[in-house]
């Protein structure tokens, strides 16, 4: 009789799990494990149906780009009942390795409620949520994608959900262009060109706080 499969989770081979309440509706979780520490920040009810996980770029990041969207974005997703998990990779820039943090940390919530996910990345974090959403299969509602690169992406074809891709014109690490070789890896998807702006996003982000604001939960919704 062989073994049933391991879930993400399970395969993470944690040690131990600390966590604190930060504010009310924002808790800070580290899950130890012998190849690093995970450290999660969950935003909004633990028993969620609808969950968005962020992904940071090459040097990991809870706050995401433009002057901390992924945190701003949690707090507003919060208020519509929809939960976000922000993901602090064990070891960042390893792309196997931060996948499987987020596949991890999407299996926890779904522990306790999660059925359906949007997952957001930047830089290097938009080819963790292209490959983790893959990953989700019919559980991924959406997948957004702030200045990805290409790298990582070969397989966005397999990716079922509807994609957002958002580029600063003026990208001075991965331009523009990235964007929409995804798209066309991808095979579907919707680029949005932001004129005026660099790899932070820094110019906009009023702007797209609204448009995540609206866009994650229609996909949700829908």
Excluded at 123 to 142: E, K, T, W, Y
Excluded at 181 to 202: D, F, I
Excluded at 216 to 222: E, V
Aim: glycine residues 12%; contains cysteine; hydrophobic residues 45%.
């Amino acid at each position: 009789m062989t073994d049933a499969p391991r879930s993400p989770l399970e395969l993470l081979q944690g040690l131990a799990v600390e966590e604190v309440e930060i504010t009310p509706g924002l808790h800070h979780l580290e899950l130890y494990t012998m190849k690093g520490l995970l450290t999660l920040l969950w935003h909004g009810p633990r028993d969620a149906a609808d969950v968005v996980v962020t992904c940071g770029g090459g040097m990991g990041s809870l706050l995401g780009p433009s002057r901390g969207l992924y945190h701003d974005v949690g707090v507003r997703l919060a208020e519509l009942g929809i939960s976000t998990v922000r993901v602090g990779y064990r070891k960042p820039n390893d792309i196997d390795r931060c996948v499987h943090d987020v596949a991890a940390a999407a299996d926890l919530a779904s522990r306790s409620g999660a059925r359906h996910f949007v997952t957001m990345g930047h830089s290097f974090g938009g080819a963790v949520a292209i490959q983790a959403g893959i990953v989700l299969a019919g559980h991924c509602r959406g997948v957004v994608t702030l200045a990805t690169q290409s790298a990582g992406c070969e397989y966005a074809s397999e990716l079922s959900a509807p994609l957002l891709l958002v580029h600063g014109v003026d990208d001075e690490i991965l331009p523009p262009e990235t964007s929409g070789v995804v798209q066309m890896l991808a095979g579907a998807g919707e680029v949005v060109l932001l004129p005026g702006t660099g790899h932070l996003l820094s110019e906009v982000g009023d702007e797209l706080r609204a448009r995540l604001l609206e866009w994650i939960p229609a996909r949700f919704a829908s």
